[in-house]
């Protein structure tokens, strides 16, 4: 591979792993709103909120990619490696992904092991929900205060990384910003607040330049920021846009379309646990496979055709996991909506 090859591969990388932090952004914001509206609807149809049952449904709904995802790397991986006979590879204990926090206990080193790293932003997840199911439960009537006191924790906690120059990526505290966010956005929706009632009047004229600068924000931000402290500014600038877009979408008089009406939103939504697990063991079995086979791996070519196959390979097992597998499972969750 020429230095020229070499260095446009580094930036791509770079690129789409500063905006893939962008998405996890997002992802924390509309997990937390929605979970937050739900847990509100539950007190107010049911007056009362079932902890018990709120884990149960999150369980239910993670646990079997996540199962998977430590079968294929505690199990599957090492014995394929050992009939085909390839570079031995060294494996965490998996004792501190029996006690849910290997993201802060574990090491996630080497190409090989990539998707350790991704199962571990799986326990970002299960982390997120006991904090929030706690919050639910026990500090209803305080959630804008919550939602406060979570964001200045986030802002503290990536103050913290890039003090000492570490990564924030697998630290659950550091997504408090866009949880704090989210949670703040549920409550102003549900009490229908001066900033709801704002964005749902916002002129037609300004929504296509919120949308524009929003846009560049979430797709440039990190990019731009990279590790000074002004980094911090951009998952509240990005949290807030979540916002802005969640309500005028669903609530806005001077929409110019409804993403809420797009199919194909839904249906990615329904994937999204299965694509980040996947997508990193069927990244890891390709290039098992092509090391097998002896086949070159550094051609840019290559590698920019494995990436388009993996990820239509991700859609792919992650629809199939979904009908056949986490379907299925979430009929059971069903029953612990009821009280």
Not at 115 to 124: A, E, F, M, P, R
Not at 242 to 265: A, D, P, R, V, Y
Request: glycine share 6%; with cysteine.
């Amino acid at each position: 591979m020429s230095l020229s090859t070499q260095s446009t591969l580094i930036e791509i990388t770079e690129f789409a792993e500063k905006i893939a932090r962008s998405s996890f952004d997002f992802f924390f914001f509309i997990s937390s709103f929605l979970l937050v509206s739900h847990g509100l609807r539950e007190y107010k149809y049911l007056d009362q909120f079932s902890l018990r049952n709120f884990f149960i449904r999150r369980a239910l709904r993670i646990g079997i990619v996540l199962l998977l995802g430590i079968l294929f790397a505690f199990v599957v991986h090492p014995w394929l490696n050992v009939k085909l006979d390839l570079q031995p590879i060294t494996l965490p204990s998996i004792k501190y992904y029996l006690l849910g926090v290997p993201n802060y206990l574990s090491h996630t080193g080497g190409e090989q092991l990539i998707y350790l790293k991704v199962i571990c932003s799986i326990y970002l997840f299960l982390q997120f929900y006991v904090y929030l199911g706690i919050v639910l439960r026990f500090f209803k009537n305080h959630l804008m205060t919550v939602g406060i006191i979570t964001i200045l924790i986030g802002i503290m906690a990536r103050a913290f990384h890039l003090w000492n120059e570490t990564d924030y990526f697998l630290d659950t505290l550091s997504y408090g910003i866009p949880v704090g966010i989210g949670i703040i956005t549920a409550v102003s929706v549900r009490s229908e607040n001066v900033i709801f009632q704002w964005i749902k009047e916002t002129p037609k004229r300004i929504i296509p330049l919120i949308y524009g600068l929003g846009t560049l924000f979430f797709l440039g931000g990190y990019i731009v920021t990279s590790t000074t402290y002004s980094a911090l500014f951009v998952p509240v600038i990005t949290g807030v846009f979540f916002g802005f877009i969640l309500i005028e979408q669903t609530f806005g008089k001077n929409s110019f379309t409804q993403l809420k009406s797009k199919k194909i939103l839904s249906y990615l939504g329904k994937l999204t646990y299965g694509m980040i697990i996947y997508q990193a063991i069927i990244g890891v079995m390709m290039i098992i496979a092509l090391q097998s086979l002896d086949i070159n791996i550094n051609s840019f070519y290559v590698i920019i055709l494995i990436i388009v196959a993996v990820y239509v390979s991700t859609v792919v097992v992650a629809d199939l996991s979904y009908k056949l597998l986490e379907k299925p499972i979430l009929r059971i969750r069903r029953e612990f909506k009821k009280v």
